[in-house]
Nanobody
Framework: QVQLVESGGGLVQAGGSLRLSCTAS????????MGWFRQAPGKEREFVAG????????YYTDSVKGRFTISRDNAKKTVYLQMSSLKPEDTAVYYC??????????????WGQGTQVTVSS
């Protein structure tokens, strides 16, 4: 039905930058809120950033505000997460998620496989 595929993860040094991409197929991407979540070793999966259907509203967890930027390109059915000033605490598996609701990612209906981001110090 809906498939989300992430890319762009990898190993970076603290202070570096990385851009994650998530491309969707199927479903109604252009009318769905999208978001990024992450799960660090030994921790619960947490919300990182979200974006409304047309990019008009974005929101972030406090720990990444000013460092991460979420954006989307509906023509490409792709959502991005630009990460800057990375910290070792950002190390986690990052997941792309889609919610059929248009404004906020309240309860994701679809998830990507995840991509590993490792920040060394």
């Amino acid at each position: 039905q809906v498939q989300l595929v992430e890319s762009g993860g990898g190993l970076v040094q603290a202070g570096g930058s990385l851009r994650l991409s998530c491309t969707a197929s199927g479903g109604t991407f252009s009318t769905s809120a999208m978001g990024w979540f992450r799960q660090a070793p030994g921790k619960e999966r947490e919300f990182v950033a979200g974006i409304s259907w047309n990019g008009g509203r974005t929101y972030y967890t406090d720990s990444v505000k000013g460092r991460f930027t979420i954006s989307r390109d509906n023509a490409k059915k792709t959502v991005y997460l630009q990460m800057s000033s990375l910290k070792p605490e950002d190390t986690a598996v990052y997941y792309c998620a889609q919610d059929t609701k248009p404004i906020e990612v309240v309860q994701p209906d679809y998830w990507g496989q995840g991509t590993q981001v490792t920040v060394s110090s």
